[in-house]
């Protein structure tokens, strides 16, 4: 790709991220474009198992967070919430001009805890009496 500085990248279980940087004299919509037009070449090439879709973003990593939002409701449980920001309020902030990056932190995510009780019957062991 033109203007194309350095390209690294690091994987770490389920995620991949690789980080392109371009030089000050590249247009970044134009590189945003050429990064576009790269994963929709290799979407043939790409594993069709993924859970998510190869996407990108045009972030400059210098900038700091100008803007944090907390979500909360007396009525709604804690997933809808989640759901609401991460489907809806954090596509339509990326949308804006200006807006590199939009990041929802904190999600309640679905999971399950077990406890196994390790004591085995006489039974078990080949022992009835």
């Given at each position: 790709?033109a203007g194309l500085?350095?390209?690294?990248s690091t994987?770490?279980?389920?995620?991949?991220?690789?980080?392109?940087?371009?030089n000050l004299s590249?247009?970044?919509d134009?590189?945003?474009?050429d990064?576009?037009?790269?994963?929709s070449?290799?979407?043939?090439?790409?594993?069709t198992d993924?859970?998510?879709?190869?996407?990108?973003?045009?972030?400059?990593p210098a900038?700091?967070?100008?803007?944090?939002l907390?979500l909360d409701?007396?009525?709604l449980?804690?997933s809808?919430?989640?759901?609401?920001?991460e489907?809806y309020l954090a596509?339509?902030?990326?949308t804006?001009?200006g807006?590199?990056?939009?990041a929802?932190?904190g999600s309640?995510?679905?999971s399950m805890r077990?406890?196994?009780?390790s004591?085995?019957s006489n039974?078990?062991?080949?022992?009835l009496g």
């Open positions: 790709m500085d350095s390209l690294n994987s770490t279980l389920g995620q991949t991220q690789i980080t392109l940087q371009f590249r247009n970044i134009d590189a945003a474009q990064v576009q037009a790269a994963i070449g290799a979407s043939g090439q790409i594993a993924l859970p998510n879709p190869p996407t990108y973003s045009k972030v400059n900038d700091q967070p100008i803007l944090y907390y409701s007396p009525t449980p804690l809808q919430v989640d759901n609401y920001a489907t596509q339509k902030l990326s804006i001009n807006v590199a990056q939009v929802v932190y309640q995510k679905k077990l406890e196994f009780n004591i085995r039974w078990q062991h080949g022992k």
